[in-house]
């Protein structure tokens, strides 16, 4: 009884005290000096809150762009042993039957070869990729990339058929060619090199469609056939490379894990790790300009110091009376850290949802334009909901910083020389 007691005291000392800061934060409206700080505290961490979460969202939309584009033509996850001939059928069906969070699997074969699209142009070197058609959209986003087509579908899978390829919008401007096409394709296989000599084979094929990834490396240096067609110009080359697409709330990192201790003759990786150096430079930023950008909502909470000083000097004889009531300084200093958590609450709240609201038009109306350097051609704007909760807890941890330092001050109070002179 005595403890269940000393609770129901608790909880009616934390109201009285909530009910008091409450008060005391009304009452500020009829003190100039007092309901100015409130506001330039409020202020503050609204426009703190608001362009950190907003930044935040940029700096994601970067990522998550520069990402979808890398990712155009390779898979998630990318499976080969030295480009050595593989055993697709019983690799697939390990994986199939072992890892539950693959999505989808997809064989490719890369070989180097010359294209040439009249006698009278030159030649172009390029990478010749068979793939199949209908595996190859389920593990990369190819068909989102795809200008033109033969097929009104635009898919890769209605585009690869027996002699028709799908080719980079630059290589076909180079080459001058357009969809339905004939280009001319020559390679020749590691058993007719003798000595210094190279005897190459030619193979006529269409041009069914263009795609643009904006990515250079592709886009001027990348023909995509079918599997059948790479296939019947090198016979004895086989599978040597597989795509893999996860489930996704699967964990790519503990899955690529267990790939590799699984398929140990094959060599697992993340796409990401062709790109180690935009990859990391990209979540450098994005970090490094959050904790840039929190400085401003430490500068805003420090504004909250000052008002709570100038309230509890203000507030002295109210301190003195509640202390000689029996309040105690435990309950009194919980009065003053409500009024500085419920400005940064409030403000914070609005400042987000402001940002939330910036961040959807940003998406949805791509106004501010970007120059060529970037990936993208606009500024991209990815609000999630952990950049909302990051930046929340983020201004919370500094504000009730801010406001514990001067509630500290209550208990250097001395009632009796208060009560004396100044009640």
Not at 339 to 348: E, F, L, P, Q, R
């Amino acid at each position: 009884m005595t403890s269940l007691k000393i609770i129901t005291e608790g909880i009616k000392m934390n109201k009285l005290s909530l009910m008091i800061a409450w008060r005391y934060l009304i009452g500020t409206k009829h003190e100039k000096n007092i309901s100015t700080m409130v506001l330039i505290c409020f202020l503050g961490i609204l426009i703190g809150s608001f362009a950190l979460a907003l930044v935040a969202a940029v700096m994601n939309g970067f990522e998550k762009v520069t990402h979808e584009k890398m990712q155009s033509i390779h898979a998630q996850i990318i499976a080969h042993a030295d480009n050595q001939p593989l055993n697709f059928k019983k690799i697939k069906d390990v994986l199939q039957k072992e890892f539950q969070t693959i999505k989808s699997i997809a064989p490719s074969t890369t070989k180097q070869i010359i294209a040439q699209a009249d006698e009278k142009e030159g030649y172009n070197l390029v990478s010749l990729t068979g793939v199949d058609p209908h595996a190859a959209q389920d593990v990369s986003n190819i068909n989102s990339k795809i200008k033109t087509s033969i097929s009104p579908q635009r898919s890769i899978a209605s585009i690869l058929q027996k002699k028709t390829v799908l080719i980079g919008d630059l290589l076909a401007k180079n080459m001058k060619v357009s969809i339905g096409d004939e280009i001319h394709l020559f390679f020749s296989s590691d058993e007719k090199i003798k000595r210094k000599k190279i005897r190459l084979d030619q193979e006529p094929v269409i041009v069914g469609g263009t795609f643009k990834t904006g990515i250079d490396e592709f886009d001027n240096g990348l023909i995509i056939c079918s599997l059948d067609l790479i296939q019947k110009m090198f016979p004895d080359i086989g599978i040597t490379q597989i795509g893999i697409k996860l489930k996704d709330n699967a964990n790519e990192k503990k899955t690529i894990a267990r790939l590799k201790k699984r398929l140990k003759h094959l060599d697992v990786f993340s796409w990401k790790e062709l790109y180690p150096a935009l990859v990391e430079a990209l979540q450098l930023e994005k970090y490094a300009m959050f904790l840039i950008l929190a400085l401003i909502i430490l500068v805003a909470s420090m504004s909250i110091i000052s008002l709570l000083f100038m309230q509890i000097n203000q507030k002295r004889a109210d301190i003195a009376i509640l202390r000689a009531m029996g309040m105690p300084s435990k309950h009194i200093s919980q009065v003053f850290l409500y009024v500085g958590m419920s400005i940064a609450i409030i403000g914070s709240t609005v400042g987000l949802a402001l940002a939330t609201l910036a961040g959807w038009f940003l998406e949805k109306y791509p106004l501010i334009k970007l120059p060529d350097v970037y990936y993208v051609t606009h500024l991209p704007c990815k609000m999630d909901f952990s950049i909302i909760v990051a930046v929340f807890i983020v201004v919370l941890a500094l504000s009730f910083l801010s406001t514990w330092i001067p509630t500290r001050r209550i208990r250097s109070i001395y009632i009796s020389h208060v009560l004396r002179f100044e009640g």
